[in-house]
């Protein structure tokens, strides 16, 4: 509707047709209809004429405008020639310097091209950006940055208002009024918001003009941040790459990838901040750089007294931009969940070598809490099976599960150096059993050599009691028989106490023999 009503008063509001062209139905490719006086067809471009405000003036549009243009008789001046009419002759030698003469029309709507399309015949036209109110003063300072570095280039350039072309509404209108005209090349782009309110997109098009088989057009794509968009143009020669992208040019490869950037705020601060797959990277709050723009995730975590609490998030990242979370720490319970096939696996904690002293922490399948998240490495032995060392992230949040199918050994040497091992480990565990066995009867053999001395000492004394000069009688033979009980009794726990005290020695000796 826009095109209609700018079409239409460019050419005939109050407009009083004059007699120096061909009186003509001239048709729009919209459907418009309307009479106008039609001055001939040159460069694909039509000129019609007529009187503005007691001025002739003289209007040239694009040939493919128009749907028809037929003059009384029906004739198509459009496409095919012209009947010869004085007048007609008269008005096509006379209209440059009609032209020259009016002066600008006083409609609101009437076109800004005229001078400017008159003046871009051979030359590189680069179109001011399209974009929104709010992002005009970026886009000048854009604009400005791209038409210096096209023209360090070697490319000089032609530098037109969008303005001047109100009577088109896309990019395809704008590239055929310059294709008319004559102008060598165009660039045209816009400017916009992109997927994220930080970010802003650029996406310009370079169009080769000419005849059909010189046309071609490049197009590229660049993405900046919104707040420090010209800091983020000129790193990594970021700007530069673009415009050589536009011009079909060759685009040396990245020393690095775009670098994207994370900001973590946390309820409490002071949170470790991890992302999947890597140590900890800071305290919240914080900024840290994202090497990739793949799906990253991204924990925090607090822990006091083996007690955590944790959140976590996914984001997207795009290049050169800052993404912004806001995690709510809340108590967590992570876990460690190891599951071999077949079962049974010993599982052993920590990198250092496995012994046979090493004890093992569990055998698969097995959980564990975990109470320091991050790294954690783990080593499997299985009779039969290779050692298999893992080296495991577990998340702060939830329960890491670790799926492993062990190896069997093919090699027989290897399988006679694990059964070597396990041999040295069963005499190390018996050694250490033996050892601990002989604890009780060292333990009750000493008892009993302890109350073996009572009751010989208990016997000494009635034997000094006896030992004294006395009569004979009832009273010494009860005290005799008394001694010999006690000395009995000592003897009895004395073998028991030193039996038990033998054995104790026997197994504390092969124990220790077993284990060292």
Not at 109 to 123: M, Q, W
Not at 188 to 202: E, K, L, M, N, Q
Not at 314 to 327: C, E, F, R, Y
């Amino acid at each position: 509707m826009k095109k209609f009503i700018l079409t239409l008063a460019i050419l005939w509001a109050s407009a009083i047709w004059a007699d120096e062209g061909i009186p003509s139905l001239v048709e729009l490719v919209n459907g418009t209809k309307q009479a106008a006086q039609f001055l001939g067809v040159q460069n694909d471009t039509v000129s019609l004429g007529g009187t503005i405000q007691g001025k002739f003036t003289v209007i040239r549009i694009p040939k493919n405008r128009f749907k028809s243009i037929i003059d009384e008789k029906g004739n198509d001046l459009l496409n095919g020639t012209v009947p010869p009419q004085d007048s007609v002759a008269q008005s096509t030698a006379e209209q440059d310097s009609l032209v020259q003469d009016s002066t600008q029309a006083e409609i609101e709507t009437a076109p800004h091209d005229l001078t400017v399309l008159n003046s871009v015949e051979g030359k590189h036209v680069f179109v001011s950006f399209e974009r929104r109110n709010s992002e005009s003063n970026l886009a000048e300072q854009i604009e400005n940055l791209m038409v210096r570095l096209i023209k360090e280039s070697g490319t000089p350039l032609h530098f037109v208002n969008r303005q001047d072309f109100d009577f088109c509404s896309d990019a395809a209108c704008i590239k055929d009024s310059l294709k008319t005209h004559g102008a060598a090349t165009a660039y045209i782009g816009r400017i916009t918001s992109a997927r994220t309110p930080d970010s802003v997109a650029i996406q310009m098009s370079r169009y080769t003009l000419g005849d059909s088989t010189q046309a071609k057009t490049n197009t590229a794509q660049i993405n900046l941040s919104a707040i420090h968009a010209l800091t983020d143009a000129l790193s990594k020669d970021k700007l530069h790459r673009f415009v050589l992208r536009i011009q079909g040019e060759h685009v040396p490869a990245e020393t690095s990838s775009d670098k994207s950037y994370v900001r973590v705020e946390t309820n409490p601060e002071g949170a470790n901040i991890v992302t999947k797959g890597n140590v900890d990277i800071c305290k919240s709050p914080c900024t840290f750089v994202v090497p990739s723009t793949a799906k990253t995730e991204v924990y925090a975590y607090w822990g006091v007294d083996r007690q955590l609490w944790g959140a976590k998030t996914t984001i997207n990242p795009l290049p050169g931009d800052t993404a912004k979370v806001s995690l709510k720490l809340k108590r967590v319970k992570p876990e460690l969940l190891i599951h071999t096939k077949p079962e049974g696996a010993y599982i052993f904690g920590g990198s250092a070598k496995v012994t046979k002293t090493s004890k093992p922490i569990g055998a698969t399948p097995k959980k564990f809490p975990i109470y320091d998240p991050g790294f954690s490495t783990v080593q499997l032995r299985m009779e039969g099976f290779r050692d298999t060392t893992l080296t495991v992230f577990t998340a702060p949040t939830e329960i890491t599960n670790i799926n492993v199918a062990l190896t069997p050994i093919t090699d027989q040497r290897e399988l006679l150096a694990q059964q070597e091992w396990l041999q040295q480990r069963k005499k190390h565990f018996i050694g250490k059993t033996l050892m601990g066995s002989s604890i009780a009867p060292l333990f009750l053999g000493t008892l009993f050599m302890y109350l073996a001395s009572l009751d010989y000492d208990d016997a000494d004394k009635i034997k000094m009691d006896l030992d004294r000069p006395a009569a004979g009688g009832d009273y010494f033979q009860s005290k005799a028989a008394e001694n010999k009980e006690l000395v009995d009794k000592g003897d009895k726990k004395m073998i028991i106490g030193g039996t038990l005290f033998g054995t104790g020695i026997l197994l504390l000796g092969v124990g220790f023999v077993l284990t060292f």
